[in-house]
T-cell receptor, first 117, second 118 residues
Framework: AQKVTQAQTEISVVEKEDVTLDCVYE???????LFWYKQPPSGELVFLIR??????QNEISGRYSWNFQKSTSSFNFTITASQVVDSAVYFC??????????????FGAGTRLAVHP | DAGVIQSPRHEVTEMGQEVTLRCKPI?????LFWYRQTMMRGLELLIY????????DSGMPEDRFSAKMPNASFSTLKIQPSEPRDSAVYFC????????????????FGDGTRLSIL
């Protein structure tokens, strides 16, 4: 069965520190998709990135970077030089679109990141 | 570009009342999802529509919950009668496509409706 585990419930850092949010997933499919979403204190869910299972290339977008490793079933998210505006709950999610029939998202429990000035 | 639009943003009502939540998906998206978010259970998928047709309603908690999508630009989630345990944030999301090659299509979420049943 598919599952997403975000073992870190809460992380607290001081501004400018680097922080990595862990995501470990379980799936029996060979084709699947991984996502990260951000939920700031205002409550909306914001799409950050998607990855397919055939693309293990790491990605960098500004201060954000993502490390996908199939060998360890992990899709970790790093924020470099964190800022107060990065304070949010971050969700990792898995989609098994082929076997599941549609892009149903299985969400992790989320990691609450607090960045202090 | 307009995102997913939900209304109302907040709803406070008394137990036993009917509650209707509304959603307008992103234009051109043919998949629509309703989620519920609580501290205890996290984000749960309630129902999924594709081309206005309910495909997967296995997450709908009980008969008090119903959802409709009369056209491509509007969906409702109704709770009747409402109970205090229905208090949660309800999200609507939309995406292009569905399964297969569309599986990598991200879902775009509305701002949510914070529902409080007293």
């Amino acid at each position: 069965a598919q599952k997403v585990t975000q073992a870190q419930t809460e992380i607290s850092v001081v501004e400018k520190e680097d922080v990595t949010l862990d995501c470990v997933y379980e799936t029996r499919d060979t084709t699947y998709y991984l996502f990260w979403y951000k939920q700031p204190p205002s409550g909306e869910l914001v799409f950050l990135i998607r990855r397919n299972s055939f693309d293990e290339q790491n990605e960098i977008s500004g201060r954000y970077s993502w490390n996908f490793q199939k060998s360890t079933s992990s899709f970790n998210f790093t924020i470099t030089a964190s800022q107060v505006v990065d304070s949010a709950v971050y969700f990792c999610a898995l989609s098994e679109a082929f076997s599941g029939g549609y892009n149903k998202l299985i969400f992790g429990a989320g990691t609450r990141l607090a960045v202090h000035p | 570009d307009a995102g997913v639009i939900q209304s109302p943003r907040h709803e406070v009502t008394e137990m036993g009342q009917e509650v209707t939540l509304r959603c307008k998906p992103i234009s051109g998206h043919n998949s629509l999802f309703w989620y519920r978010q609580t501290m205890m259970r996290g984000l749960e998928l309630l129902i999924y529509f594709n081309n206005n047709v309910p495909i997967d309603d296995s997450g709908m908690p009980e008969d008090r919950f119903s959802a409709k999508m009369p056209n491509a630009s509007f969906s409702t989630l109704k709770i009747q009668p409402s109970e205090p345990r229905d208090s949660a944030v309800y999200f609507c999301a939309s995406s292009l496509g569905a399964g297969g090659d569309y599986g990598n299509q991200p879902q775009h979420f509305g701002d949510g409706t914070r529902l409080s049943i007293l």
